[in-house]
Protein backbone atom coordinates (compact mmCIF):
# COMPACT_ATOMS: atom_id res chain seq x y z
CA UNK A 1 0.00 0.00 0.00
CA UNK A 2 1.38 3.07 -0.89
CA UNK A 3 2.08 5.96 1.17
CA UNK A 4 -0.17 8.26 -0.40
CA UNK A 5 -3.11 6.24 -0.07
CA UNK A 6 -2.40 5.79 4.07
CA UNK A 7 -2.44 9.04 4.05
CA UNK A 8 -5.50 9.75 2.37
CA UNK A 9 -7.19 6.17 4.46
CA UNK A 10 -6.02 8.15 7.97
CA UNK A 11 -7.13 11.94 7.13
CA UNK A 12 -10.40 10.48 6.20
CA UNK A 13 -10.53 8.37 9.25
CA UNK A 14 -9.67 11.58 11.75
CA UNK A 15 -11.77 13.73 10.30
CA UNK A 16 -14.71 11.74 10.65
CA UNK A 17 -13.79 11.06 13.96
CA UNK A 18 -13.94 14.99 14.99
CA UNK A 19 -17.28 15.21 13.36
CA UNK A 20 -19.02 12.35 14.75
CA UNK A 21 -18.06 13.11 18.01
CA UNK A 22 -19.91 16.47 17.29
CA UNK A 23 -22.84 14.62 16.33
CA UNK A 24 -22.93 11.87 18.50
CA UNK A 25 -21.34 12.61 22.00
CA UNK A 26 -24.44 14.46 22.84
CA UNK A 27 -26.40 11.63 21.83
CA UNK A 28 -24.52 9.12 24.00
CA UNK A 29 -24.66 11.71 27.26
CA UNK A 30 -28.69 11.29 26.77
CA UNK A 31 -28.25 7.37 27.56
CA UNK A 32 -26.46 8.34 30.47
CA UNK A 33 -28.32 11.38 31.99
CA UNK A 34 -31.83 10.99 30.36
CA UNK A 35 -31.11 15.24 29.27
CA UNK A 36 -30.50 16.05 25.60
CA UNK A 37 -28.14 18.66 25.23
CA UNK A 38 -26.46 19.16 21.99
CA UNK A 39 -23.64 21.59 23.41
CA UNK A 40 -20.90 19.66 24.12
CA UNK A 41 -18.95 21.66 26.72
CA UNK A 42 -15.49 22.41 27.64
CA UNK A 43 -13.27 20.36 25.94
CA UNK A 44 -10.63 20.84 28.05
CA UNK A 45 -13.00 20.52 31.15
CA UNK A 46 -14.59 17.41 33.05
CA UNK A 47 -18.53 17.82 34.13
CA UNK A 48 -19.29 14.12 34.88
CA UNK A 49 -21.62 13.95 32.21
CA UNK A 50 -19.20 11.88 29.54
CA UNK A 51 -20.42 9.11 28.12
CA UNK A 52 -18.60 5.50 26.88
CA UNK A 53 -19.80 4.40 23.34
CA UNK A 54 -16.17 4.83 22.05
CA UNK A 55 -16.49 2.28 20.28
CA UNK A 56 -19.07 3.12 17.76
CA UNK A 57 -17.17 5.85 16.93
CA UNK A 58 -13.60 4.13 16.36
CA UNK A 59 -15.90 1.33 14.43
CA UNK A 60 -17.59 3.69 11.73
CA UNK A 61 -14.25 5.02 10.98
CA UNK A 62 -12.94 2.09 10.51
CA UNK A 63 -15.58 1.06 8.14
CA UNK A 64 -14.92 4.14 6.05
CA UNK A 65 -11.17 3.19 5.63
CA UNK A 66 -11.81 -0.15 5.05
CA UNK A 67 -13.85 0.64 2.28
CA UNK A 68 -11.33 3.34 0.63
CA UNK A 69 -8.94 0.82 0.60
CA UNK A 70 -10.79 -1.69 -0.92
CA UNK A 71 -11.74 0.59 -3.54
CA UNK A 72 -7.77 2.10 -4.09
CA UNK A 73 -6.36 -0.18 -6.81
CA UNK A 74 -1.91 0.09 -5.78
CA UNK A 75 -0.99 0.11 -9.44
CA UNK A 76 -3.56 2.53 -10.91
CA UNK A 77 -4.27 4.63 -8.36
CA UNK A 78 -8.43 4.51 -9.43
CA UNK A 79 -11.27 3.60 -7.40
CA UNK A 80 -12.36 -0.12 -8.21
CA UNK A 81 -11.94 -3.32 -5.66
CA UNK A 82 -8.66 -4.51 -5.88
CA UNK A 83 -8.00 -7.98 -5.59
CA UNK A 84 -4.63 -6.80 -4.19
CA UNK A 85 -5.75 -6.50 -0.80
CA UNK A 86 -7.66 -9.64 -0.73
CA UNK A 87 -11.67 -8.28 -0.36
CA UNK A 88 -13.14 -11.17 1.02
CA UNK A 89 -10.30 -11.83 3.74
CA UNK A 90 -10.93 -7.78 4.70
CA UNK A 91 -14.61 -8.18 5.06
CA UNK A 92 -14.64 -11.24 6.92
CA UNK A 93 -12.21 -9.67 9.15
CA UNK A 94 -14.17 -6.75 9.32
CA UNK A 95 -17.26 -8.45 10.42
CA UNK A 96 -15.56 -10.55 13.18
CA UNK A 97 -14.34 -6.69 14.43
CA UNK A 98 -18.00 -5.81 14.27
CA UNK A 99 -19.34 -8.75 16.09
CA UNK A 100 -16.83 -7.78 18.77
CA UNK A 101 -17.54 -4.27 18.89
CA UNK A 102 -20.85 -5.33 19.37
CA UNK A 103 -20.71 -7.08 22.68
CA UNK A 104 -19.01 -3.82 23.75
CA UNK A 105 -22.00 -1.99 22.88
CA UNK A 106 -24.23 -4.23 24.59
CA UNK A 107 -22.08 -4.25 27.94
CA UNK A 108 -22.02 -0.24 27.27
CA UNK A 109 -25.84 0.43 27.39
CA UNK A 110 -26.42 -1.87 30.00
CA UNK A 111 -23.95 0.18 32.32
CA UNK A 112 -24.56 3.56 31.39
CA UNK A 113 -28.24 3.21 31.99
CA UNK A 114 -28.24 1.23 35.25
CA UNK A 115 -29.85 -1.86 33.79
CA UNK A 116 -27.30 -4.07 35.80
CA UNK A 117 -23.93 -5.44 35.63
CA UNK A 118 -24.48 -6.76 32.31
CA UNK A 119 -23.51 -10.08 30.84
CA UNK A 120 -21.17 -12.54 32.90
CA UNK A 121 -17.51 -12.57 32.00
CA UNK A 122 -17.31 -15.99 31.34
CA UNK A 123 -19.95 -15.88 28.76
CA UNK A 124 -18.51 -12.71 27.28
CA UNK A 125 -15.01 -14.53 27.33
CA UNK A 126 -16.99 -17.85 25.52
CA UNK A 127 -18.34 -15.68 22.86
CA UNK A 128 -15.35 -13.81 21.93
CA UNK A 129 -13.63 -17.18 22.04
CA UNK A 130 -16.02 -18.28 19.19
CA UNK A 131 -16.18 -15.09 17.63
CA UNK A 132 -12.14 -15.71 16.76
CA UNK A 133 -12.34 -19.12 16.63
CA UNK A 134 -15.30 -18.55 13.55
CA UNK A 135 -12.91 -16.30 11.79
CA UNK A 136 -9.91 -18.14 11.65
CA UNK A 137 -12.20 -20.66 10.18
CA UNK A 138 -13.60 -18.77 7.80
CA UNK A 139 -10.26 -17.14 6.63
CA UNK A 140 -8.91 -20.71 5.71
CA UNK A 141 -10.34 -21.08 2.28
CA UNK A 142 -8.72 -17.67 1.61
CA UNK A 143 -5.37 -18.32 2.66
CA UNK A 144 -5.97 -15.77 5.57
CA UNK A 145 -4.64 -18.09 8.18
CA UNK A 146 -0.55 -19.54 8.66
CA UNK A 147 -0.67 -21.99 11.25
CA UNK A 148 2.76 -22.13 11.42
CA UNK A 149 4.10 -19.94 13.73
CA UNK A 150 7.85 -18.08 13.19
CA UNK A 151 9.84 -18.33 16.74
CA UNK A 152 13.10 -15.57 16.71
CA UNK A 153 16.68 -16.48 17.04
CA UNK A 154 16.38 -18.84 13.69
CA UNK A 155 14.65 -21.58 15.51
CA UNK A 156 12.48 -21.58 12.38
CA UNK A 157 8.73 -22.58 12.31
CA UNK A 158 6.47 -24.61 14.63
CA UNK A 159 3.75 -26.02 12.74
CA UNK A 160 0.81 -26.53 14.84
CA UNK A 161 -1.14 -27.72 12.28
CA UNK A 162 -5.13 -28.08 12.81
CA UNK A 163 -4.59 -27.52 16.72
CA UNK A 164 -4.05 -23.82 15.65
CA UNK A 165 -7.50 -22.75 14.69
CA UNK A 166 -8.10 -23.66 18.82
CA UNK A 167 -4.86 -22.22 20.31
CA UNK A 168 -4.36 -18.85 18.10
CA UNK A 169 -8.63 -17.90 19.13
CA UNK A 170 -7.54 -18.56 22.72
CA UNK A 171 -4.83 -16.31 22.27
CA UNK A 172 -6.42 -13.20 20.43
CA UNK A 173 -9.16 -13.60 23.30
CA UNK A 174 -6.40 -13.28 25.70
CA UNK A 175 -4.56 -10.36 23.86
CA UNK A 176 -8.52 -8.79 23.93
CA UNK A 177 -8.84 -8.37 27.17
CA UNK A 178 -5.54 -7.70 28.40
CA UNK A 179 -6.39 -4.16 25.84
CA UNK A 180 -9.67 -4.61 28.04
CA UNK A 181 -7.41 -4.11 31.28
CA UNK A 182 -5.29 -1.55 29.85
CA UNK A 183 -8.11 0.35 29.52
CA UNK A 184 -10.41 -0.09 32.76
CA UNK A 185 -9.79 -2.43 35.04
CA UNK A 186 -13.21 -3.45 35.31
CA UNK A 187 -14.90 -0.83 33.11
CA UNK A 188 -13.81 1.48 35.84
CA UNK A 189 -13.04 4.99 34.26
CA UNK A 190 -11.70 6.26 37.60
CA UNK A 191 -8.82 3.28 37.31
CA UNK A 192 -7.67 4.43 34.10
CA UNK A 193 -6.04 7.01 32.02
CA UNK A 194 -8.02 9.20 29.34
CA UNK A 195 -6.64 7.95 25.91
CA UNK A 196 -4.35 5.51 27.24
CA UNK A 197 -5.48 2.21 25.29
CA UNK A 198 -5.98 4.42 22.13
CA UNK A 199 -2.10 5.61 22.43
CA UNK A 200 -1.21 2.51 22.49
CA UNK A 201 -3.24 0.59 19.65
CA UNK A 202 -1.93 3.71 17.61
CA UNK A 203 1.97 3.14 18.11
CA UNK A 204 1.20 -0.64 17.71
CA UNK A 205 -0.26 -0.08 14.48
CA UNK A 206 2.36 2.28 13.14
CA UNK A 207 5.41 -0.06 13.94
CA UNK A 208 2.87 -3.17 12.19
CA UNK A 209 2.21 -1.34 9.40
CA UNK A 210 5.94 0.44 8.45
CA UNK A 211 7.00 -2.98 8.93
CA UNK A 212 4.45 -4.50 6.68
CA UNK A 213 5.33 -1.27 4.13
CA UNK A 214 9.80 -2.26 4.57
CA UNK A 215 8.53 -5.35 3.46
CA UNK A 216 6.09 -5.37 0.90
CA UNK A 217 4.51 -7.53 2.92
CA UNK A 218 1.01 -8.88 3.89
CA UNK A 219 -1.28 -6.09 2.05
CA UNK A 220 -4.35 -6.72 4.32
CA UNK A 221 -2.89 -6.96 7.59
CA UNK A 222 -1.24 -3.94 6.65
CA UNK A 223 -4.44 -2.14 5.62
CA UNK A 224 -6.09 -3.38 8.83
CA UNK A 225 -3.11 -1.65 10.79
CA UNK A 226 -3.68 1.62 9.07
CA UNK A 227 -6.80 2.14 9.85
CA UNK A 228 -6.85 1.04 13.04
CA UNK A 229 -3.97 4.14 13.10
CA UNK A 230 -6.61 6.57 11.66
CA UNK A 231 -9.37 5.21 14.32
CA UNK A 232 -7.56 5.68 17.11
CA UNK A 233 -6.48 8.99 16.18
CA UNK A 234 -10.23 10.08 15.64
CA UNK A 235 -11.18 9.25 18.71
CA UNK A 236 -8.17 10.71 20.54
CA UNK A 237 -9.64 14.10 19.35
CA UNK A 238 -12.19 13.13 22.17
CA UNK A 239 -11.00 10.61 24.50
CA UNK A 240 -7.77 12.28 25.20
CA UNK A 241 -7.15 13.41 28.79
CA UNK A 242 -9.36 15.53 29.99
CA UNK A 243 -11.72 12.84 27.84
CA UNK A 244 -15.41 14.21 26.50
CA UNK A 245 -16.23 10.84 25.72
CA UNK A 246 -14.87 7.19 27.10
CA UNK A 247 -13.50 4.20 25.16
CA UNK A 248 -15.78 2.11 27.16
CA UNK A 249 -15.93 -1.76 26.61
CA UNK A 250 -16.94 -1.35 22.65
CA UNK A 251 -14.10 0.70 22.05
CA UNK A 252 -11.39 -1.62 24.37
CA UNK A 253 -12.76 -4.52 21.98
CA UNK A 254 -12.80 -2.79 19.01
CA UNK A 255 -8.71 -1.91 19.49
CA UNK A 256 -7.74 -5.47 20.68
CA UNK A 257 -9.78 -7.06 18.21
CA UNK A 258 -7.91 -4.75 15.40
CA UNK A 259 -5.02 -5.23 17.04
CA UNK A 260 -5.39 -9.01 17.23
CA UNK A 261 -7.03 -9.07 13.57
CA UNK A 262 -4.19 -7.35 11.87
CA UNK A 263 -1.61 -10.03 13.70
CA UNK A 264 -3.77 -13.02 12.35
CA UNK A 265 -3.83 -11.48 8.72
CA UNK A 266 -0.12 -11.49 9.20
CA UNK A 267 1.03 -14.68 9.93
CA UNK A 268 3.24 -13.46 12.53
CA UNK A 269 2.00 -14.24 15.44
CA UNK A 270 4.91 -13.50 17.79
CA UNK A 271 4.41 -9.45 17.08
CA UNK A 272 1.37 -8.96 18.85
CA UNK A 273 3.85 -9.50 22.09
CA UNK A 274 6.39 -7.22 21.06
CA UNK A 275 4.36 -4.13 19.78
CA UNK A 276 1.80 -4.65 22.18
CA UNK A 277 4.49 -4.86 25.30
CA UNK A 278 2.31 -2.24 27.11
CA UNK A 279 -0.93 -3.83 27.02
CA UNK A 280 0.78 -6.94 27.84
CA UNK A 281 2.76 -5.82 30.78
CA UNK A 282 -0.35 -4.32 32.61
CA UNK A 283 -2.71 -7.19 31.91
CA UNK A 284 0.22 -9.28 33.79
CA UNK A 285 0.83 -6.73 36.30
CA UNK A 286 -3.34 -7.27 37.19
CA UNK A 287 -3.18 -11.07 37.25
CA UNK A 288 0.04 -11.02 39.71
CA UNK A 289 -2.48 -8.64 41.87
CA UNK A 290 -5.16 -10.68 41.34
CA UNK A 291 -3.14 -13.79 42.56
CA UNK A 292 -1.60 -12.50 45.22
CA UNK A 293 -4.79 -11.16 46.58
CA UNK A 294 -6.32 -14.23 46.58
CA UNK A 295 -3.47 -16.43 47.54
CA UNK A 296 -1.90 -14.13 50.67
CA UNK A 297 -4.90 -11.39 51.11
CA UNK A 298 -2.09 -8.58 50.00
CA UNK A 299 -1.41 -6.31 47.07
CA UNK A 300 1.37 -6.35 45.49
CA UNK A 301 0.59 -2.44 43.73
CA UNK A 302 -1.57 0.61 44.76
CA UNK A 303 -3.92 -0.29 42.04
CA UNK A 304 -5.29 -3.17 40.04
CA UNK A 305 -3.04 -2.44 37.03
CA UNK A 306 0.28 -0.67 36.47
CA UNK A 307 -1.06 2.26 35.36
CA UNK A 308 -3.00 3.06 38.38
CA UNK A 309 -0.75 1.80 40.59
CA UNK A 310 1.52 4.96 38.80
CA UNK A 311 -1.44 7.20 39.01
CA UNK A 312 -1.99 6.65 42.63
CA UNK A 313 1.96 7.05 42.97
CA UNK A 314 1.21 10.99 41.57
CA UNK A 315 2.41 10.14 38.08
CA UNK A 316 0.06 12.79 35.79
CA UNK A 317 -1.63 11.28 33.10
CA UNK A 318 0.44 12.54 30.21
CA UNK A 319 3.58 11.49 32.07
CA UNK A 320 1.70 7.47 31.67
CA UNK A 321 0.55 8.03 28.53
CA UNK A 322 4.19 9.28 27.60
CA UNK A 323 5.61 5.97 29.59
CA UNK A 324 2.90 3.85 27.56
CA UNK A 325 3.90 5.53 24.23
CA UNK A 326 7.76 5.11 24.58
CA UNK A 327 7.21 0.94 25.69
CA UNK A 328 4.84 0.46 22.69
CA UNK A 329 7.69 2.45 20.63
CA UNK A 330 10.33 0.07 22.13
CA UNK A 331 8.07 -2.93 21.13
CA UNK A 332 6.81 -1.51 18.00
CA UNK A 333 10.76 -1.49 16.96
CA UNK A 334 11.57 -4.59 17.81
CA UNK A 335 8.19 -5.95 15.97
CA UNK A 336 9.67 -4.21 12.69
CA UNK A 337 13.04 -6.00 13.00
CA UNK A 338 10.99 -9.36 13.66
CA UNK A 339 8.93 -8.22 10.31
CA UNK A 340 12.05 -7.83 8.43
CA UNK A 341 13.58 -10.78 10.06
CA UNK A 342 10.61 -12.87 8.40
CA UNK A 343 10.94 -11.75 5.22
CA UNK A 344 14.52 -13.11 4.87
CA UNK A 345 13.09 -16.66 6.58
CA UNK A 346 11.68 -18.79 4.14
CA UNK A 347 9.35 -21.95 5.62
Given amino acids: MSWSVQAVIMVCEMVL ?31 GSEPKFGGVIIMMCVIIGI ?6 DGDTQTLSFSAGYSKR ?3 ISLGAVIM ?31 ICL ?32 VLFPLFMTIGINAVKIHDCAGGRTDTGVDGLCAVTALVFSA ?30 FWGCDPAKLYLGESGALALGS ?71 ALGSAAAIMFIVYASKISM
Fill in 89 to 91: MAL
Fill in 17 to 47: GYFLGRVLIPCFRKTKTGKFDIYIGDRFAKD
Fill in 258 to 328: LMTVSVLLSGLHLVFILAGAAAIIDGICALLQYAAFKTRKKLLFKGYTLHEHLMKKGWGAFKILGADAAVS
Fill in 67 to 72: VIGLMF
Fill in 134 to 165: GLCVCLKPYGGVSTAVLMPFHLGYIEFGKSFY
Fill in 207 to 236: GLSSGFAATSSADTAQLFAVVTMGAAAGFL
Fill in 100 to 130: LTAIGVSEDYVKEKKLGIGMKPIYKLLMEYL
